[in-house]
C-alpha cells in the first residue's frame, strides 16, 4: 500500500498531479481543498495518500492533511459513495465545514455537493455522525497563475458542475484572482445558487 508520496511536483492539471518519486512519476487525483494548497510545478511536495484497487482500475489519492484523508476514508466506507463522491465532498467543503455539517445535521447544505441528493445525504448524516474526528484546518493559501479562470473552470466541470454553471460562476469572480481563490470562491458562490 502507497500511505505517503514525497517528491517534486511535476504538473497541476485540476483535479490531478504528476509527483515524481525517485524518477517514477505518480499520478494523484487530489481535492480541491489540497490542490489549491499545493505549490508552483517543480517544488517539492509531501502528500498523504489512499491507493484504492478495483477489479478495473487502480488510482492513488493524495491530501496535504491526516483529517481530509480520513474523512475521505469514512466517506469511501459508506455504501454508494465512491472515491469521485467523496472527493467532491471534500472539495466543495472543508473538513470543519462537513463534521460541522454532519453535526448539525444539515441535509440541505450536502445536497449542494455535486453527485449528492437527499436520500445520500441522509444516509451521510446517520452514517458518519459519531465516526468523524475533531476536524483539522487547512491554512489558506494565495494566488498561483495567472489565467486562473480556464483553471478554475476545468476543475468546476471536473467536479461535476455543468459548463453553464461554471462559466457563470467564474465570470463573477475578480479578473485578478488566483486559481486557489477562484475555486474557493466559485465554490461558495455555486453553494448559494
Given amino acids: 500500500m502507497i500511505g505517503r508520496l514525497s517528491g517534486v511536483l511535476l504538473e497541476k492539471a485540476p483535479p490531478s498531479v504528476l509527483v515524481d518519486v525517485g524518477g517514477v512519476g505518480y499520478e494523484v487525483d487530489v481535492p480541491m481543498s489540497t490542490y489549491c494548497e499545493l505549490p508552483d510545478a517543480g517544488a517539492k511536495v509531501v502528500l498523504l495518500t489512499q491507493f484504492i484497487?478495483?477489479?478495473?482500475?487502480?488510482?492513488?489519492?493524495?491530501?496535504?492533511?491526516?483529517?481530509?484523508?480520513?474523512?475521505?476514508?469514512?466517506?469511501?466506507?459508506?455504501?454508494?459513495?465512491?472515491?469521485?463522491?467523496?472527493?467532491?465532498?471534500?472539495?466543495?467543503?472543508?473538513?470543519?465545514?462537513?463534521?460541522?455539517?454532519?453535526?448539525?445535521?444539515?441535509?440541505?447544505?450536502?445536497?449542494?455537493?455535486?453527485?449528492?441528493?437527499?436520500?445520500?445525504?441522509?444516509?451521510?448524516?446517520?452514517e458518519l455522525k459519531d465516526k468523524l474526528a475533531a476536524p483539522i484546518a487547512v491554512a489558506g493559501a494565495g494566488p498561483i497563475a495567472p489565467a486562473a479562470s480556464e483553471d478554475v473552470l476545468?476543475?468546476?466541470?471536473?467536479?461535476?458542475?455543468?459548463?453553464?454553471?461554471?462559466?457563470?460562476?467564474?465570470?463573477?469572480?475578480?479578473?485578478?484572482i488566483g486559481v486557489a481563490d477562484g475555486i474557493r470562491q466559485a465554490l461558495r458562490l455555486l453553494g448559494k445558487a
Fill in 53 to 126: 484497487v478495483r477489479e478495473d482500475d487502480q488510482s492513488l489519492y493524495g491530501f496535504l492533511t491526516a483529517g481530509e484523508r480520513d474523512t475521505f476514508r469514512q466517506l469511501i466506507r459508506i455504501s454508494g459513495i465512491g472515491a469521485r463522491i467523496a472527493l467532491a465532498v471534500l472539495s466543495g467543503m472543508s473538513v470543519d465545514e462537513f463534521a460541522a455539517a454532519i453535526a448539525g445535521q444539515q441535509v440541505t447544505r450536502l445536497v449542494k455537493i455535486p453527485g449528492i441528493g437527499r436520500k445520500t445525504a441522509e444516509r451521510l448524516v446517520l
Fill in 154 to 176: 476545468r476543475a468546476l466541470v471536473t467536479l461535476g458542475y455543468s459548463e453553464k454553471e461554471a462559466g457563470s460562476a467564474v465570470r463573477a469572480l475578480p479578473p485578478d
